[in-house]
T-cell receptor, first 109, second 113 residues
Framework: DAKTTQPNSMESNEEEPVHLPCNHS???????IHWYRQLPSQGPEYVIH???SNVNNRMASLAIAEDRKSSTLILHRATLRDAAVYYC??????????FGTGTSLTVIP | DTGVSQNPRHKITKRGQNVTFRCDPI?????LYWYRQTLGQGPEFLTY????????KSRLLSDRFSAERPKGSFSTLEIQRTEQGDSAMYLC???????????FGPGTRLTVT
């Protein structure tokens, strides 16, 4: 399985930017990088995805290293509603997602 | 768009009993996925369907687990002869073919006593 490595937990102050790192050193040339988040007692929710170039959407930005062995999810202004477990995921062949254990983000008011 | 729904939301069963869970995907989505999530872990892929065809089932945890999607719409996941280790959250997701975004349901929490 293509593995991703993330810190177990991170904290951020409310309204400050958050940078969530992910290492995926075994990534292949065609693997997309996806980020999902899971709020307590809910199913995971799509955040963003990318292949090579940095990506922005209304929820977040995704910065992908030039060698694609790491990426960073950026929440520009953390809110209390952003407290969740964030998963960095590689999409394997056969549409299989490998989730890993994710980063639990705590937002401090 | 009513989203992905799963029933029941909670199931308590005795060891050795069979259980079946249902997933109703978003109506126009032809791909449907099943995952299992245990406490403190990320979701673990089990199987997926494109329309009624089950394209990947090698990750099903044992031969006690089976899934169907007979008409390419809703899907069922059955666990036979449940064991305490089967206690987990079972998540369903759907997507469009070629779509990169999977939409997850709220899950069915199974407790085996």
């Amino acid at each position: 399985d293509a593995k991703t490595t993330q810190p177990n937990s991170m904290e951020s102050n409310e309204e400050e930017p958050v940078h969530l790192p992910c290492n995926h050193s075994t990534i292949s040339g065609t693997d997309y990088i996806h980020w999902y988040r899971q709020l307590p007692s809910q199913g995971p929710e799509y955040v963003i995805h990318g292949l090579t170039s940095n990506v922005n959407n209304r929820m977040a930005s995704l910065a992908i290293a030039e060698d694609r062995k790491s990426s960073t999810l950026i929440l520009h202004r953390a809110t209390l509603r952003d407290a969740a477990v964030y998963y960095c995921i590689l999409l394997l062949t056969g549409n299989q997602f490998y989730f890993g254990t994710g980063t639990s983000l705590t937002v401090i008011p | 768009d009513t989203g992905v729904s799963q029933n029941p939301r909670h199931k308590i069963t005795k060891r050795g009993q069979n259980v079946t869970f249902r997933c109703d995907p978003i109506s126009e989505h032809n791909r449907l996925y099943w995952y299992r999530q245990t406490l403190g872990q990320g979701p673990e892929f089990l199987t997926y369907f494109q329309n009624e065809a089950q394209l990947e089932k090698s990750r099903l945890l044992s031969d006690r687990f089976s899934a169907e999607r007979p008409k390419g719409s809703f899907s069922t996941l059955e666990i036979q002869r449940t064991e305490q280790g089967d206690s987990a959250m079972y998540l369903c997701a759907s997507s469009l073919e070629g779509g990169r975004e999977q939409y997850f349901g709220p899950g069915t929490r199974l407790t085996v006593t």
